[in-house]
């Protein structure tokens, strides 16, 4: 089960944390995968993971928010069967905390990166015959969470924009879900932690751990094997939904 033997996967921002995970789990299971990075050597490591567990995989140094850029990459990539969206930024701050500079860099990476991704890898999957997209959300699309002004509107267009997806290419037999994670531990995490409260990183880490009722944060690698699922042909009947994994935070945190 849960094969991706023969198909081609591009996921975008596959360098680290999530992406890093989910480019390693797919070439695991037969996938070849094609990390759009902004950071070459951030690619080139996963890379690196995946050839040594005997995958193939093909890095491309490239910025989302430029279309040409994109459109050059998946030029360079020729069939892709798969494309997961999951690229991009944060921001802390509520409305009055966000400058136009912030709301436009955001809007440039979570917003429009994606929608280059999507815009580059449709025809070609119309052309094939069909494909599975998966965007990442957030559970800031579906909670208010303090703070996360730029950040939540991102990610609820991206939610958006996976329904709009979804609906316009069912005849094309191509299927689109979205993830909305909680806190999932990375190495932004980490740095986040480092940069901001210095001298305090075991207790907010804690702190943020435990604002999940599950009692801890996610792992990038729960996170992949939900994503393996959904663009696996055993998901084929499913499209146009967002899937939550956040250790109960969205409906549990009364």
Not at 1 to 18: E, R
Not at 68 to 91: M, P, S, T
Not at 178 to 202: C, L, Q
Not at 225 to 239: P, Q, R, V
Request: aromatic share 8%; charged share 20%.
């Amino acid at each position: 089960m849960f094969s991706l033997k023969n198909k081609h996967a591009v996921i975008t921002g596959g360098g680290s944390g999530i992406g890093r995970a989910i480019s390693v789990l797919f070439a695991k299971q037969g996938a070849t995968v094609h990390i759009i990075e902004l950071n070459a050597d951030a690619a080139a490591q996963t890379i690196k993971e995946i050839e040594g567990a005997g995958g193939t995989a093909f890095g491309y140094t490239a910025d989302i928010s430029k279309q040409e850029q994109v459109l050059d990459v998946f030029k360079q990539a020729g069939r892709i069967d798969i494309l997961v969206n999951n690229a991009g930024i944060a921001h802390v701050g509520n409305l009055e905390g966000t400058t136009e500079a912030d709301l436009d860099r955001i809007y440039n990476v979570n917003i429009k990166g994606a929608y280059n991704a999507l815009y580059a890898a449709i025809p070609g999957m119309k052309a094939n015959g069909g494909g599975v997209i998966l965007n990442m959300a957030s559970i800031a699309a579906w909670v208010g969470i303090a703070d996360r002004f730029a950040y939540s509107m991102s990610k609820g267009a991206v939610m958006a924009m996976s329904l709009s997806v979804a609906r316009d290419y069912l005849a094309d037999n191509i299927r689109c879900n979205s993830i909305s994670p909680a806190r999932v531990h990375t190495p932004f995490v980490d740095g986040f932690i480092a940069k901001n409260y210095t001298g305090r990183e075991d207790e907010i880490f804690e702190k943020l751990s435990k604002s999940q009722p599950i009692g801890r944060m996610g792992k990038p690698e729960e996170v992949a094997a939900l994503a393996l699922y959904l663009c696996s042909d055993e998901a084929g009947f499913i499209t146009g939904c967002d899937y939550p994994i956040d250790g109960g935070f969205i409906k549990l945190n009364n």
